[in-house]
Nanobody
Framework: QVTLVESGGGLVQAGGSLRLSCAASGRTFDSYTMAWFRQAPGKERELVARITGSIGPTYYADSVKGRFTISKDNAKNTVYLELNSLRSEDTAVYYC????????????????WGQGTQVTVSS
């Protein structure tokens, strides 16, 4: 059984930092696209960042470029999201997802999802 388990969320002040982790088990995701999505109350889920393979290609939403960094450790079957310079609008439940890439840029259909981890940024 494949599972994705997120951790690292919490309450942080604006301008602060967090590091989210997503540990995968049940299969290896070396060639998969791993992604972080988020969903704020009353809003649609949005793609925040994704990475394909071990070092890229990567994608970032415009709203997080320069502040968030996605990375992947295939040896640990884990993907990370570093969140820096956090803003109140980054408050959301963050979800990890995995899927086979369907384009050269890493676009994927996501077959596996985690349960989410809450990030709350206080202003």
């Amino acid at each position: 059984q494949v599972t994705l388990v997120e951790s690292g969320g919490g309450l942080v002040q604006a301008g602060g930092s967090l590091r989210l982790s997503c540990a995968a088990s049940g299969r290896t995701f070396d060639s998969y696209t791993m992604a972080w999505f988020r969903q704020a109350p009353g809003k649609e889920r949005e793609l925040v960042a994704r990475i394909t393979g071990s070092i890229g290609p990567t994608y970032y939403a415009d709203s997080v470029k320069g502040r968030f960094t996605i990375s992947k450790d295939n040896a640990k079957n884990t993907v990370y999201l570093e969140l820096n310079s956090l803003r109140s609008e980054d408050t959301a439940v963050y979800y990890c997802a995995a899927g086979r890439p369907i384009t050269a840029t890493g676009t994927a259909r996501y077959d596996y999802w985690g349960q989410g981890t809450q990030v709350t940024v206080s202003s």
